[in-house]
């Protein structure tokens, strides 16, 4: 079983940083791609960035310049880090972290994280 457990959303005035994080367990042979996506009320969920297993990444254009994210594969675990700045209220959603993976099966699959609150008001 694969398990994303993303912490550091929160509340933050127009402007403001935060920086969000994921962390892939168990059992998997490797990841393809790691990245997070939003979803605000009445609103489909979007992606908002990507990074390839080989460090390529995709930005929505709404954050490119604003957001940056980034990954550590360190010490056996996949971690995956959202730097947001500049942030504006259009920003506010709940984030959800994303892993495209190959499973012990062989079979490529996505997992998704349960999700976390960002809200960006004054």
């Known amino acids: 079983q694969v398990q994303l457990v993303e912490s550091g959303g929160g509340l933050v005035q127009p402007g403001g940083s935060l920086r969000l994080s994921c962390a892939a367990s168990?059992?998997?042979?490797?990841?393809?791609?790691m990245g997070w996506y939003r979803q605000a009320p009445g609103n489909e969920r979007e992606v908002v960035a990507r990074m390839t297993a080989r460090g390529n990444t995709d930005y929505a254009d709404s954050v490119r310049g604003r957001f940056t994210i980034s990954r550590d594969n360190a010490k056996n675990t996949d971690t995956v880090y959202l730097q947001m700045s500049g942030l504006k209220p259009e920003d506010t959603a709940v984030y959800y972290c994303n892993a495209n993976l190959v499973d012990q099966l062989g079979l490529i699959r996505d997992y998704w994280g349960l999700g976390t609150q960002v809200t960006v008001s004054s």
């Open positions: 168990g059992r998997y042979v490797s990841i393809n791609t």
